[in-house]
């Protein structure tokens, strides 16, 4: 009588299998290792390359870069026209972050809460579409839409609203000659661009709070206003921390809306770019751009010290 | 990284003086097979955009050269791709042309090579721009004004002068001119104003709207920080700048040849006009990579740049001026006498092309304002400062 | 003693008017105060909607549900004075424990210390005094469960609803707080409303249930009455553990031609008698051993008690039992 094996015969697949079944460590490193060196090298180098850069300064008589360290760059940030764009950058950022979270709310809620079968696959749809379509087409169709001459500016002529446009443009700071050159178109632009930004991680975090949840809160006495604060609020707040990095951080980054829609005034991703496209000024230019990466470092210790990681 | 680097190079080389002149090719052999172009958009059209527009597949099945293009959108970028190396040839600005030269990135031509050369335009043979110490770093291709485009509907008479863009006044249809004017968005509109300035304020002593001391720029920045209340938008897109004028009720500004056309051909109340004050302009010159690859098809090519049938379409294509004058009237292109003066020929004189701002310029060593700061300027002044 | 809950012709149907979904249908129901009342049933059987409908989640599309007398067809949840500890208990998780229980007088606008206070003597209460710090996420399964307890018990609810409070622990624990649940209702004297599958739960806590059967209720009476006279045979399968005898059977073994339940411990195996089987299947229960006898096309379960022999698998045997303990449930 021979024994045959037990084991079937194994061939190189099946020693790999083998030996990542007994170090599945290794694996892990295999897997881990092409990411992770993107990451590091490329990511965080090149982000380490510019941060060394901001601290070099440009030689004000010959325009050539210095390569000593300095903090003479940082200083000229705060020179009023610098800060200008700053401020005038982080507002517009803040405003977006805020109309989106007041608009998306609803829209979040209902397709959460409510929206099933049809109306959801409906909602998804909405919300998706604006996405599909190219960020250029969707800026320039805005462009025409807010034209002195443009759907709004007929639709206002024709009810005999135009004094509320008027209004508007001569709101001290917005003046222009029309929504499309005006502040206020920008807003309206970067509000309507980032808003599916801000919907999904709202809906998604919506979507997680249990209904058993509101009715506990209702059981317990709570009105639907309370119950709203109380609860549903704190609950969604990841979802809303999530989505108000996304729009605040796309629009202090954003350097095309600005071109096109408003009245030129720079944004920081535009002085970004001409800084180190056309003025050869790479310090000042990545001094600019480490404002964001600041602001977000610490817009995200506010929102952690709010608690909005509390509930991940 | 690079690209930064080596521009941080090349702006160095520019200011610490020119190179010695190169060895010059001296025969052109069998051509390689290929030849690789930075250009701007539409400057290099094969048929694609529209079918009649086509100056390369011939060119292609005669020399045996393929025509590889690449499209830069800025002048820097021209200059980052040339320094990165692969190309052959750049349709380079002015702006452009001189850090190329300094930077060693472009080689000096041998006219003899270049039959064509004796056809090119008395003003452009020896243009600053391309010719250093006598020798030639390229052939001119091309040059336009900055006209000043308007309604003729609003203007039934062309505007003399470049105040209807720059001070607060009522326009002929008696309306005011502000948010009905527009700049464009670019530091180099600082010399715009400079011009402006030359024209209006002599006793600035302005020689060259690129080569302002301190005072003469605070002048400028001041006429545009006036400008700033006139200005809805500033352009920088021609496409945008086309549209504002068909929505927005923009009815005057600083613009290209190129727009003033493509307005007209649709029909639109639209001309254009150098005013007294004279313009600026941009004039481009094909420059040959130091290390080019192709030299052979290279030089091919540039021969055939000056062929005026080329020039030609050329100038039709883009609303510009030939560096060819045959161009304009020998028939073998669809450019007339009339387009060639409709855009801007006869104005050489009165254009003062772009070019870069330094510190070290004729009114002495560091006594110029140089280009970063008009950048921040700029954005300064669009910013409402 | 006074009625706490009332059920009178109540319906709850979904979906369109032409095709319902009658999830709770013509149900009639008391319920008196002090009392401890389970509904039993399968799920979809419609006890978990009378319990929403009592809580106000539900709203009734028939019928009149009052309670203490009024008629709550039309309050919202948040102003019924009734408190639920939730299936999967909803404790919130962004709040302390503390502020869990403290939530229902936080929002009708006591003061911090005074609900504080309030709040520690509850959890006090379900012995969680030291735990009032952390958060929910930090709990056991059963500490959560008493945390639902307490935050409900803090309103002072009249009439305090549980949908299958013990239904997520394990069985010691599950056993455990069976026992305390119903110490703690004694000692309040609290109206319980408790909504279970599980019929020994009920059977063992309730002083009086429902069973629950396709939206209807099938009986409703105290424990013994349930599973001693089961008024159906789906309350005897679902009930007890109930031998269930086809009329045929029945009459075989000298009782009338109808349906009948007959108690597994009230069957004795014998050699001889009317009607004889295979035993199929023997089941060791400690106190004793359930032998399972094929009888025809019915099984039969006896239990033999511990001591006395028991028949092989595959042994042919018959039963005998005192015709008293045969509980009729008509021919159909």
Redesign the interface.
């Known amino acids: 009588m021979t024994t045959s094996a037990i084991l079937p015969a194994r061939g190189l697949a099946d020693r790999l299998t083998a030996l990542f079944w007994r170090h599945p460590r290794v694996l892990l490193a295999l897997l881990l290792t092409p990411p992770l060196l993107w990451l590091g090298v490329v990511y965080l180098g090149?982000l380490a390359?510019l941060l060394l850069?901001s601290f070099y300064s440009?030689d004000e008589?010959?325009?050539?870069?210095k390569e000593e360290f300095t903090l003479k760059t940082y200083t000229e940030l705060l020179r009023?026209?610098?800060f200008?764009?700053l401020v005038?950058t982080v507002t517009m950022a803040a405003a977006v972050t805020l109309a989106c979270a007041i608009l998306a709310f609803p829209i979040a809620y209902f397709a959460a809460r409510y929206a099933r079968g049809h109306w959801k696959a409906a909602f998804y749809l909405g919300v998706m579409l604006p996405l599909w379509s190219s960020y250029l087409v969707k800026v320039y169709a805005w462009?025409?839409i807010l034209?002195?001459?443009?759907i709004i500016g007929w639709a206002a002529a024709q009810t005999h609203t135009s004094w509320i446009i008027d209004s508007i443009l001569s709101i001290p700071g917005f003046e222009?000659?029309?929504l499309?050159?005006?502040p206020i178109g920008t807003f309206m632009v970067f509000v309507y661009i980032w808003l599916p930004y801000m919907i999904l991680p709202m809906q998604a975090a919506l979507e997680r709070v249990?209904n058993?949840?509101l009715?506990?809160?209702?059981?317990?006495?709570?009105?639907r206003a309370?119950t709203f604060r109380?609860?549903v609020l704190?609950?969604a707040l990841p979802g809303i921390i999530a989505g108000s990095i996304f729009t605040f951080s796309l629009t202090l980054g954003d350097y095309i809306i600005p071109?096109?829609i408003?009245?030129?005034?720079?944004f920081i991703g535009m002085?970004v770019y001409?800084?180190?496209?056309?003025?050869?000024?790479?310090p000042?230019a990545a001094a600019f751009a480490v404002v964001p990466i600041l602001i977000m470092l610490i817009y995200l210790a506010l929102a952690r010290r709010m608690?909005a990681f509390?509930?991940l | 990284m690079t690209t930064m680097k080596l521009m941080a190079a090349s702006a160095l080389a520019l200011l610490t003086g020119l190179s010695p002149v190169l060895a010059q090719v001296t025969e052109i052999g069998a051509p390689e097979g290929q030849v690789n172009i930075v250009a701007w958009a539409g400057y290099i059209e094969r048929g694609e955009t529209m079918k009649e527009f086509d100056w390369v597949t011939k060119f292609e099945a005669a020399s045996g050269c393929k025509v590889n293009v690449k499209t830069a959108n800025t002048s820097d970028e021209m200059v980052a791709l040339m320094n990165e190396g692969g190309f052959d040839l750049v349709t380079a600005s002015g702006d452009a042309s001189l850090r190329l030269i300094a930077g060693d990135r472009v080689q000096p031509i041998n006219i003899d090579l270049v039959p064509s050369w004796s056809t090119v335009d008395e003003r452009l043979k020896d243009a600053p721009w391309h010719t250093v110490d006598g020798v030639h770093y390229g052939v001119p291709y091309m040059w336009g004004p900055n006209v000043l485009m308007y309604n003729t509907e609003v203007f039934p008479e062309p505007p003399t002068s470049w105040s209807v863009v720059f001070e607060e006044q009522n326009l002929p249809d008696g309306k005011s001119n502000k948010g009905r004017v527009q700049a464009y968005d670019g530091p180099i509109h600082v010399a715009d104003a400079a011009q402006y300035l030359m024209f209006h304020k002599p006793e600035l002593g302005i020689t060259s709207p690129y080569e302002l001391n301190e005072d003469q720029y605070k002048a400028a920045l001041d006429l545009l920080r006036a400008q700033r209340d006139l200005t809805s938008r500033y352009w920088h897109d021609a496409f945008i700048q086309m549209d504002d004028f068909k929505n927005e009720g923009v009815v005057a500004s600083g613009s290209w040849p190129f727009q003033v056309g493509l307005l007209k051909s649709e029909g639109l109340p639209i001309a254009s006009v150098i005013p007294q004050e004279g313009a600026t302009g941009w004039a481009d010159t094909t420059m040959m990579h130091v290390d080019a690859a192709n030299p052979n098809c290279s030089y091919l090519w540039m021969e055939h740049s000056l062929a005026s049938n080329l020039q030609s379409d050329l100038s039709v294509w883009f609303g510009a001026n030939p560096a060819v004058l045959a161009a304009c009237t020998d028939g073998r292109g669809m450019q007339t006498a009339e387009g060639c003066t409709a855009n801007g020929l006869d104005d050489f004189e009165k254009i003062r092309f772009w070019t870069t701002p330094v510190s070290n310029c004729a009114q002495g060593e560091g006594a110029c304002v140089p280009y970063y700061r008009w950048v921040s300027d700029y954005i300064g002044v669009i910013g409402g400062r | 003693m006074s009625t706490a809950v009332e059920f009178l012709n109540v319906a709850r149907h979904f979906g369109p008017a032409s095709a319902p979904v009658r999830a709770v249908d013509g149900v009639d129901l008391t319920i008196a105060e002090g009392s401890f009342f389970a509904m039993l049933g399968p799920s979809g059987s419609g006890k978990t909607t009378c319990l929403r409908l009592i809580s106000g989640f539900e709203k009734p599309t028939g019928g009149t549900i009052r309670i203490f007398g009024e008629d709550v067809s039309n309050t919202p949840p948040h102003l019924r004075n009734v408190n639920t500890v939730f299936q999967d208990y909803a404790l919130f998780p962004h709040l302390n424990v503390r502020d869990n229980v403290a939530y229902g007088l936080m929002v009708k606008g006591m003061g911090r210390a005074k609900r504080y206070a309030k709040a520690d003597e509850m959890l006090a209460l379900v012995h969680l005094d030291s735990h009032g710090d952390r958060k929910p996420s930090q709990l056991s399964g059963g500490q959560r469960q008493r945390v639902a307890l307490a935050r409900a018990l803090v309103n002072e609810p009249r009439v305090l609803l549980l949908d299958e409070p013990l239904g997520a622990l394990d069985l010691k624990l599950r056993e455990a707080m069976q026992d305390e649940l119903k110490a703690l209702q004694k000692r309040l004297g609290l109206t319980f409303v408790f909504v279970t599958h599980d019929q020994h739960e009920a059977l063992s806590m309730a002083d009086s249930l429902a069973v629950f059967s396709e939206g209807r209720i099938a009986q409703i009476g105290s424990p013994q009455d349930i599973y001693n006279r089961p008024a159906t045979r789906f309350v005897a399968d679902f009930v007890g553990s109930s031998n269930i005898l086809p009329p045929d059977l029945t009459r075989a073994l000298g009782g009338p031609a109808e349906w009948a339940s007959l108690r597994p411990e009230a069957t004795h195996l014998a050699a001889t008698g009317p009607v004889s089987g295979t035993v199929t299947a023997l089941r060791y229960l400690g106190a004793g051993t359930r032998v399972v006898i094929m009888m025809g096309e019915t099984e039969v379960a006896a239990l033999v008690p511990a001591g006395q022999p028991v028949p092989a698998e595959g042994q042919t045997t018959s039963i005998t039992f005192d015709q008293k303990a045969l509980h009729l449930m008509g021919s159909t």
Do not use: C, H, Y
């Open positions: 090149s390359a850069q440009i008589f010959s325009g050539v870069v009023p026209s610098n200008d764009i005038r462009k025409l034209a002195k001459e443009g222009s000659s029309s499309s050159t005006s249990p058993s949840m009715e506990a809160s209702a059981d317990l006495g709570a009105t309370q109380t609860v704190p609950l071109q096109i408003g009245n030129s005034a720079n002085a001409q800084l180190q496209g056309t003025a050869g000024n790479i000042l608690g509390d509930a």
